[in-house]
């Protein structure tokens, strides 16, 4: 137990860390070893390579995107708060901490309303806060197999935006992405069990 | 639908029904015949032919004996397999019933057809035949492919389960039965305390793996999935260790009390039999793996090694009364990591294969046995011995689960929820190994023998039949999904981004190793183990260098046949199209939704897909290569768009996009020592190993020869900035790849599909023709570039 507490101490802003993420000391360790093991030459930060190296997000249809979710505002280096400032959203959510929360204080990382903001940045890749249609039309492009032409994913690109679109821009606003995914369990879908 | 998945069974089993029968009347002398004529006239000749003294050469004779007990093992062998077959045919009864069911079946048939026609069945299953050639090959073959990261995460709980569950399952059924012995109406009273420890401890071995396939679909967790393997995995071993004692026992004690001091040298009997087991297989698996070390010029016996050395390490185990079981199963365990990464491809797939083969062979085996067994004479039946052995069987199984979890659930990090403990608890089938156990007790100590063994089978097929079909609805059910509403094209897409974005950030996590002691093994895998029996100059993965391959030719594939420039290829047009929004109706939405579920990929499953009978084609092998290719095409997209090649860089840039070398990197002399450090960190499963194309020597194509050697220039061209050391650096660095020796990991990581992009982009330029040859060559400087490479080909 003795290196375990030096090991905390070797986390730079550790108190700071624990206070806006709401991570137990225990898992910001874990992904503190993590963060080292991934930066494999020992820069202190990640870059973008650094996680490509991860073997599984290369085949991910995702992968570009989840990546470049890391490096928020173009930057080319994540540090741990940063790293750890993202994984933060897919901590399992914790009933009775909601309850105890303090109204005063912001929303923690891992609320839903913040869970589907990450999601939602997956889709909206200029950030103008809606998706467009295609934007959506890419999105789906990635995740669809290659025997879907090109016609019926436009088709399905156009369904979804109208589905979801109600004030008729054509686009899916942040608000109306919510709207409709309020029946989903998003705590349970972006959650991560070992993130506890 | 079902009458039609039997047809194919059908006409070929009764043809094989229609052999088996005209052997077996030819052989013995018939009391009954059956359908065929033609049995009549084989028979009329026969005895023509026996009746006439044997001076004359006949022209025509049935020499049966000679071939019999091959031929009739290789038909039930056959028998099996078609049945097999028939039953894979059919849609939905692999996932209605675990496997097992079936070769039962098969067996009780072969077994009808051998009472019914009074046929001795040969001899095949006896006590060294069982332990020596028919025992090795099913453990084998769960060791091999027992996944080892999640199994020594868990090893604490699995052991705990495992070893304590089998001990208090066997124990507890033992006894419980000895009380009831007690009483004297069921006429039980002269099976005494041993002789029940005995059948408790042949009873309790459970073959769970069988129903995995049933709920795979469902998504059962990692821990669930390790914790069934792991006991089915140590079970067989602790019971057959249990067994051999009590025999041991029970030859000592025949007529007299049992000791304390006894007792207590059981005890202690039973853990050096089990912990002397394992040391010796992890002996001879290191062996085996250092052996395979040195076989890359004849990889056709790498098989062998590996086989024979896992039988060794059995029969070494043996001829010291340790477990051999254990032993075999170690030995697996242990060279399975190694193996691996030495042997070649080819090599490995034959492994794999032969170990099921192999398996699967005994296993039928064993069933057929059991047929026979069942439909016989042989059996005894006591309704209050064999029904409460059922039931005792059950209770003990969900007190062992229940009370075991729930003090292994104050130590670990993710408890096992009550449902998985329920599903644990229902997965407890018996299998054949309980049987060979019961089958296999000598009868000068066990006058009841026959009682035994009826309630053992009673016992098995009760628990696969009953149980194994209808845990499959157990587990859906306790599984509770939202199947029956109808999601919406915004939720199904939302969904399953949502999956993938889960699966990916789950990646990024990676594994938690709850144990230093995990973390220091791995420090001293690397630094000792590994040097010693890792082959030199490999590539640290081969699935990686597979992956290599296969994009290679479904690129060639893809283009040839025009997929990658219809989509991957297509230029988002702007949203130019009206914006008018069409009233679309139901069908057509449903349309939609089909061809969207259809389609979208899946996502990364992370618990693990054993099926014990069937090596599983690889799917998702399939979608990771067309993802792949599809980020390649759009990483060669966006160069295209803007980006030129970094040739005619100056020196000192930052081309991060295209190709990463790190250039903070040390120099070649400092490299090799990192190399130690950062190969394989962390979690070799999910980290991107660096990827070194010196492959085997000898297998080595001239694609990949070349591509390592333009990895190299990339660096010294950053360094010195100018093409015309291209060629020289290049030929440089090839002749010293080519040295013996040296450590030929040329870059420490390069990006995996960037340096792929290069490659791929010189080799396809040929092939594209004139799509991509525009591309290669944005500007002037690059033809220089490139004209070496190409002149290469």
């Not at chain 2, 409460?388 to 993710?414: D, E, G, K, M, P």
């Amino acid at each position: 137990m003795g290196s375990r507490s030096s090991h905390a101490a070797r986390i730079p802003d550790v108190d700071s860390i624990r206070r806006e993420t709401g991570f137990s000391q225990a898992s910001l360790l874990r992904l503190y070893h993590r963060f080292r093991a991934l930066d494999r030459t020992g820069k202190g930060y990640l870059s973008r390579m650094d996680l490509q190296q991860i073997e599984a997000l290369a085949v991910n249809p995702l992968g570009d995107r989840i990546i470049d979710s890391f490096f928020p505002d173009g930057s080319l280096r994540l540090d741990f708060p940063g790293f750890v400032r993202v994984l933060a959203h897919f901590r399992p959510v914790d009933e009775e901490e909601d309850g105890n929360r303090d109204p005063k204080e912001p929303e923690p990382l891992n609320s839903r309303m913040n869970k589907l903001r990450f999601a939602f940045q997956l889709y909206d890749l200029d950030r103008d806060g809606k998706i467009s249609r295609h934007e959506m039309l890419q999105v789906l492009r990635l995740m669809v197999g290659v025997q879907v032409t090109e016609e019926q994913l436009e088709s399905i690109a156009d369904r979804t935006v109208q589905e979801a679109d109600e004030d008729g821009d054509g686009a899916v606003s942040f608000l109306e992405f919510t709207k409709s995914l309020e029946k989903m369990n998003i705590e349970q879908k972006m959650s991560i069990r070992i993130l506890k | 639908m079902r009458v039609q998945a039997l047809v194919p069974f059908g006409p070929w089993s009764w043809c094989l029904f229609l052999a088996t029968l005209h052997c077996c009347g030819a052989s013995s002398k018939l009391n009954r015949s059956t359908d065929s004529s033609a049995q009549h006239e084989l028979n009329v000749r026969f005895a023509a032919a026996s009746s006439q003294p044997a001076e004359t050469i006949s022209v025509f004779t049935l020499d049966y004996d000679y071939v019999q007990i091959p031929y009739e093992v290789t038909l039930w062998i056959l028998l099996a397999s078609l049945a097999k077959i028939g039953f894979h045919l059919h849609r939905r009864l692999p996932g209605l019933m675990p496997e097992s069911c079936l070769l039962i079946l098969v067996g009780a048939l072969v077994g009808a057809v051998i009472f019914g026609t009074d046929h001795k069945s040969p001899p095949v299953m006896d006590s060294s035949i069982y332990f020596l050639y028919l025992l090795p090959p099913i453990v084998l073959e769960s060791g091999y492919f027992m996944p080892t990261r999640p199994f020594f995460e868990n090893l604490g709980s699995i052991l705990w389960w495992a070893g304590l569950g089998a001990l208090l399952n066997a124990f507890g059924i033992g006894l419980s039965l000895y009380l009831i012995c007690q009483v004297p109406a069921f006429g039980l009273g002269d099976i005494n305390l041993l002789q029940n420890l005995l059948f408790g401890s042949l009873i309790s071995a459970v073959d769970p793996v069988a129903v995995l396939a049933v709920f795979e679909e469902a998504r059962v967790n990692e821990q669930l999935y390790m914790m069934i393997f792991g006991e089915a995995l140590l079970n067989d071993g602790i019971s057959v260790v249990l067994y051999n004692i009590l025999i041991a026992f029970t030859k000592m004690h025949k007529f007299e009390d049992i000791e304390p001091v006894d007792i207590l040298a059981g005890c202690a009997r039973f853990i050096i039999v089990g912990c002397g087991g394992v040391f010796f297989g992890v002996i001879f698996g290191f062996i085996s793996a250092f052996i395979t070390r040195f076989t890359q010029n004849i990889s056709a016996i790498e098989p062998l090694i590996v086989f024979m050395f896992s039988y060794l390490s059995y029969l070494v185990a043996e001829t010291l009364y340790l477990s051999g079981i254990l032993a075999i199963t170690a030995c697996a365990v242990t060279m399975k990591k190694y193996v691996e990464e030495n042997v070649s491809q080819t090599s490995y797939t034959t492994i794999k294969y032969f170990m099921k083969m192999l398996s699967s062979v005994s296993e039928t085996l064993i069933f057929i046995f059991m047929g026979v067994s069942t439909i016989g004479k042989n059996h005894e039946w006591n309704w209050a011995f064999i029904c409460l052995t059922l039931v005792f069987c059950q209770i003990w199984r969900a007190i062992s689960v229940f009370a075991l979890f729930y003090v292994s659930n104050r130590f670990r990090t993710f408890p096992f929820s009550i449902k998985d403990q329920c599903v644990i608890f229902y997965s407890g089938v018996r299998g054949a190994g309980s049987f060979s156990l019961a089958f296999l007790l000598p009868l000068s100590l066990f006058p009841r023998k026959k009682l035994f063994v009826t309630a053992t089978l009673v016992v098995i097929y009760f628990t696969v039949f009953i149980q194994g079909i209808t845990i499959g609805p157990l587990v859906r059910y306790l599984d509770v999904r939202k199947t029956n509403k109808k999601e919406s094209i915004n939720e199904e897409l939302h969904t399953r981004l949502m999956d993938h974005l889960k699966a990916g950030v789950e990646d990024v996590c990676g594994q938690w190793s709850h144990y230093q002691v995990r973390d220091k093994f791995k420090k001293f895998d690397h630094k000792y183990l590994r040097k010693i029996l890792i082959r030199k100059n490999l590539p640290k993965s081969s699935l990686v260098s597979l992956y290599k391959k296969l994009e290679m030719k479904q690129a060639i594939e893809m283009v040839e046949s025009g997929v990658l420039s219809s989509t991957a290829f297509s230029i988002p047009h702007q949203a130019q199209r009206t914006q008018e929004t069409k009233r679309l109706s139901p069908e057509d939405v449903e349309s939609m939704r089909d061809i969207l579920t259809r389609n979208m990929y899946q996502v990364r499953q992370r618990t693990l897909s054993y099926n014990k009978y069937n090596l599983q084609p690889q799917t998702s092998e399939k979608q990771a290569k067309e993802i792949l290719i599809r980020r390649r095409n759009t990483f060669r997209e966006s160069m295209k768009k803007g980006h030129s090649l970094p040739w005619g860089k100056p020196a000192g840039t930052k081309n991060i996009r295209y190709l990463s070398f790190p250039y903070s990197n040390p120099l070649p002399a400092g490299r090799d020592v990192k190399m130690a450090e950062f190969t394989d960190h962390d979690g070799s499963d999910s980290e991107l190993p660096p990827i070194t194309f010196n492959t085997h020597s000898p297998a080595e194509s001239i694609q990949e020869r070349r591509w390592t050697a333009e990895v190299i220039p990339m660096k010294s061209l950053h360094r010195a900035g100018t093409p015309p050391r291209f060629g020289y650096q290049r030929s440089a660095s090839r002749e010293e790849r080519l040295g013996r020796g040296r450590r030929a990991i040329l870059r420490p990581k390069p990006l995996f599909h960037a340096v792929d992009e290069e490659f791929e982009s010189e080799e396809e330029a040929p092939a594209f023709g004139s799509l991509l040859s525009s591309e290669l060559r944005p500007g002037g400087d690059c033809n220089l570039s490139h004209s070496p490479l190409l002149q290469r080909k």
